[in-house]
């Protein structure tokens, strides 16, 4: 697994009040706010909550530490005038195997660059993407829109936080992007495709969007993790035309075996059995370590006394075009045996 996260003040706030997380498992970015440092304060508690997440499921572990978080940062602001009014947004996921869990409320963003495709899986708890859903606001004008960054949905901010939860199927390949609104409010989705897809070193994509954020003025805090998930390629089930092309072979091996075996019993030659003239069914030799002949019946001619020539001649096969003409050729070998060893 490899991963980078990158965080900055940017240019014109004093303090970073972003969070990250971050350990090669669980992933997150928090955002937090409130004066008094209490942003600061609310985006590490809901850190450290991530940090000591634990149990069997982690989709459901993921959503617990959400709540303790939430729970943890409400009544500290509670209880703390200064720290009145904080609150934070929390992105996070956790790789599960193939699948990835994401827990998500804010308006920090998680994106997965997918062939070249940048594509955001979490949605924006906002004053304007509530508008732009309403079809009040095109997304132009919510990227513009001077409560851009009035957000909808905290950690501490009431006493019980509603989180968004999916998974989803991970791909070999994939990219995965957790950004706070420091960077996707003044850099495009097109731009950030870009750098992620174009930098092969995670550190030097991270820092590439922080420059970025920073150049368009760095308006707020900007965080930034990015991680590519080792996703084994699935195992592959052998092809349906693979598995048909298999069948065809294997049936035509076997009809051209059984054809070879009907051509070599329609033999019929003349040969040596035994240092005897012998009739077979087939043909001389083998084919793939079969015989492709058997004896139909012997005879007493002794081989050895036939002429040298004839020898030869059995020793090889003599095809005969029937039983009728191998019997016609043993009577003739037999009249040679009889008038040479008279
Ligand atoms: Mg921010």
Same mark, same amino acid.
């Given at each position: 697994? %490899?991963?980078?996260?990158?965080?900055?003040?940017?240019?014109?706030?004093?303090?970073?009040?972003?969070?990250?997380?971050?350990?090669?498992?669980?992933?997150?970015?928090?955002?937090?706010?409130?004066?008094?440092?209490?942003?600061?304060?609310?985006?590490?508690?809901?850190? $450290?909550?991530?940090?000591?997440?634990?149990?069997?499921?982690?989709?459901? @572990?993921?959503?617990?530490?959400?709540? +303790?978080?939430?729970?943890?940062?409400?009544? %500290?602001?509670?209880?703390?005038?200064?720290?009145?009014?904080?609150? *934070?947004?929390?992105?996070?996921?956790?790789?599960?195997?193939?699948?990835?869990?994401? @827990?998500?409320?804010?308006?920090? %963003?998680?994106?997965?660059? %997918?062939?070249?495709?940048?594509?955001?899986?979490?949605?924006?708890?906002?004053? =304007?993407?509530?508008?732009? $859903?309403?079809?009040?606001?095109?997304?132009?004008?919510?990227?513009?829109?001077?409560?851009?960054?009035?957000?909808?949905? @905290?950690?501490?901010? #009431?006493?019980?936080?509603?989180?968004?939860?999916?998974?989803?199927?991970?791909?070999?390949?994939?990219?995965?992007?957790?950004?706070?609104?420091?960077?996707?409010?003044?850099?495009?989705?097109?731009?950030?495709? $870009?750098?992620?897809?174009?930098?092969?070193?995670?550190?030097?994509?991270?820092?590439?969007?922080? $420059?970025?954020?920073?150049?368009?003025?760095?308006?707020?805090?900007?965080?930034?993790?990015?991680?590519?998930?080792?996703?084994?390629?699935?195992?592959? *089930?052998?092809?349906?035309? @693979?598995?048909?092309?298999?069948?065809?072979?294997?049936?035509?091996?076997?009809?051209?075996?059984?054809?070879?075996?009907?051509?070599?019993?329609?033999?019929?030659?003349?040969?040596?059995?035994?240092? +005897?003239?012998? =009739?077979?069914?087939?043909?001389?030799?083998?084919?793939?370590?079969?015989?492709?002949?058997?004896? =139909?019946? #012997?005879?007493?001619?002794?081989?050895?006394?036939?002429?040298?020539?004839?020898? +030869?001649?059995? #020793?090889?096969?003599?095809?005969?075009?029937?039983?009728? +003409?191998?019997?016609? *050729?043993?009577?003739?070998?037999?009249?040679?045996?009889? =008038?040479?060893?008279?």
């Amino acid at each position: 697994m %490899r991963y980078a996260a990158a965080t900055d003040t940017g240019g014109r706030r004093s303090i970073n009040e972003d969070g990250y997380f971050a350990d090669g498992s669980v992933f997150a970015v928090a955002d937090g706010m409130g004066g008094h440092l209490a942003g600061e304060v609310a985006s590490e508690l809901a850190i $450290e909550s991530l940090k000591r997440m634990g149990g069997a499921n982690p989709a459901r @572990a993921l959503l617990e530490s959400f709540r +303790k978080a939430n729970k943890m940062i409400f009544e %500290r602001a509670g209880a703390d005038e200064d720290r009145h009014g904080m609150g *934070t947004t929390l992105t996070a996921c956790i790789v599960d195997g193939r699948r990835l869990h994401i @827990a998500h409320a804010g308006d920090s %963003r998680l994106y997965r660059l %997918r062939g070249g495709k940048l594509k955001q899986l979490t949605k924006d708890h906002s004053l =304007v993407a509530q508008m732009v $859903e309403k079809g009040h606001l095109t997304p132009e004008e919510a990227a513009s829109h001077p409560q851009r960054s009035v957000i909808t949905r @905290a950690l501490g901010a #009431e006493q019980k936080i509603d989180v968004d939860t999916k998974t989803k199927e991970m791909a070999p390949g994939d990219r995965y992007l957790l950004a706070t609104d420091g960077l996707t409010a003044v850099v495009d989705e097109e731009e950030v495709a $870009e750098v992620i897809a174009a930098e092969g070193e995670l550190e030097a994509a991270t820092k590439r969007l922080i $420059e970025l954020a920073n150049a368009r003025g760095g308006p707020d805090n900007i965080t930034v993790v990015v991680f590519d998930p080792e996703v084994e390629p699935k195992r592959r *089930t052998i092809p349906w035309r @693979a598995a048909l092309l298999t069948t065809a072979a294997l049936a035509l091996l076997a009809a051209g075996g059984w054809l070879a075996w009907r051509y070599a019993t329609n033999g019929v030659y003349v040969g040596v059995h035994n240092g +005897k003239v012998a =009739v077979y069914r087939g043909v001389p030799g083998d084919f793939a370590g079969f015989k492709l002949q058997e004896v =139909v019946r #012997e005879t007493d001619i002794q081989v050895d006394r036939l002429p040298e020539p004839y020898k +030869k001649r059995l #020793e090889k096969g003599m095809p005969a075009e029937s039983f009728e +003409k191998a019997d016609k *050729t043993v009577a003739d070998l037999a009249q040679l045996d009889r =008038v040479k060893n008279r």
